[in-house]
């Protein structure tokens, strides 16, 4: 079983154009692709894309979100005491067994953190033109150096901004690594200055 699986990942490559290793290196672009290049390339192969901050430095985010207490006072009226969770974000201490991350999976940006929603674009264009959709949430997680997220498989197409700071996560394609699918990879430091990705 094990080798006609091998073997299914060699053709699935084959078919997709990815004969090397090095095929699969995660490409890196200065701007947005545009929506039939997107789909081609990324959305349909399940090819990762790095873009540099430079597609969303428009949004007020960038230069808002990373301020002591622009979210804190634009989330007070939240039902998370949201001072108190920034208080402990940036207090995480892994030798305490302290680590807190904020993040919820339930379109928490244009619900219950609406407030600030209008700091980040409501959709982006030429991935929502790709997709043939607008998306279907837009979520907000906040975490320290110390937060971490567990290997896991997204089951749908995303779109990963980093506002401020840095998230380091290895973007895997379907394609990359033949199963079980738990690869050693390093991890790829994200940087508000690196852009964006989708895995």
Not at 81 to 99: H, K, N, Q
Not at 135 to 150: F, K
Request: aromatic letters at 8%.
């Amino acid at each position: 079983m094990e080798r006609a699986v091998r073997e299914l990942w060699a053709e699935s490559r084959d078919l997709l154009g990815l004969h090397s290793p090095d095929d699969a290196a995660v490409p890196r672009a200065g701007m947005p692709p545009t929506p039939l290049a997107f789909l081609r390339d990324h959305v349909s192969p399940g090819r990762p894309l790095l873009l540099s901050s430079a597609a969303t430095q428009h949004w007020p985010a960038a230069s808002l979100w990373p301020t002591d207490s622009y979210l804190a006072d634009a989330l007070r009226s939240t039902q998370v005491d949201f001072s108190t969770a920034v208080r402990l974000i940036r207090g995480s201490d892994p030798g305490s067994g302290l680590v807190a991350y904020a993040q919820q999976q339930d379109d928490c940006l244009r619900g219950e953190y609406a407030a600030v929603a209008g700091d980040v674009d409501a959709h982006v264009p030429w991935a929502s033109e790709a997709l043939g959709c607008l998306p279907e949430a837009v979520n907000l997680w906040i975490g320290s150096a110390s937060s971490q997220t567990s290997f896991h498989k997204d089951h749908y197409d995303n779109i990963y901004v980093v506002v401020s700071g840095e998230k380091a996560f290895p973007p895997i394609a379907p394609h990359r690594a033949p199963p079980p699918l738990r690869p050693r990879l390093p991890r790829r430091p994200l940087r508000r200055g690196a852009g964006r990705a989708r895995s």
